[in-house]
């Protein structure tokens, strides 16, 4: 996965990074591999509002709602 445009935004100095959405759907299933679920199963712990981990927690923060799965 390559990045399409970086750049330094202002005040904060906060990295904005641009991704395609065939990026974007590899980095979340990326992700999803990483914690070992799918998004069936990170969808379903978000509905109970029991996530397994503060990254399952952050992770559906990041991309809840975004994925066609």
């Given at each position: 996965?390559?990045?399409?445009?970086?750049?330094?935004?202002?005040?904060?100095?906060?990295?904005?990074?641009?991704?395609?959405?065939e990026?974007?759907?590899?980095?979340?299933?990326?992700?999803?591999?990483?914690?070992?679920?799918?998004?069936?199963?990170?969808?379903?712990?978000?509905?109970?509002?029991?996530?397994?981990?503060?990254?399952?927690?952050?992770?559906?923060?990041?991309?809840?709602?975004?994925?066609?799965?």
């Amino acid at each position: 996965m390559s990045v399409i445009q970086e750049r330094w935004t202002e005040p904060d100095d906060e990295v904005v990074i641009h991704l395609t959405e065939e990026q974007f759907q590899e980095a979340a299933q990326q992700a999803l591999d990483d914690l070992g679920k799918t998004y069936a199963e990170l969808a379903e712990e978000a509905e109970s509002r029991s996530f397994s981990s503060a990254r399952a927690h952050a992770l559906w923060v990041a991309i809840g709602g975004t994925l066609g799965f």
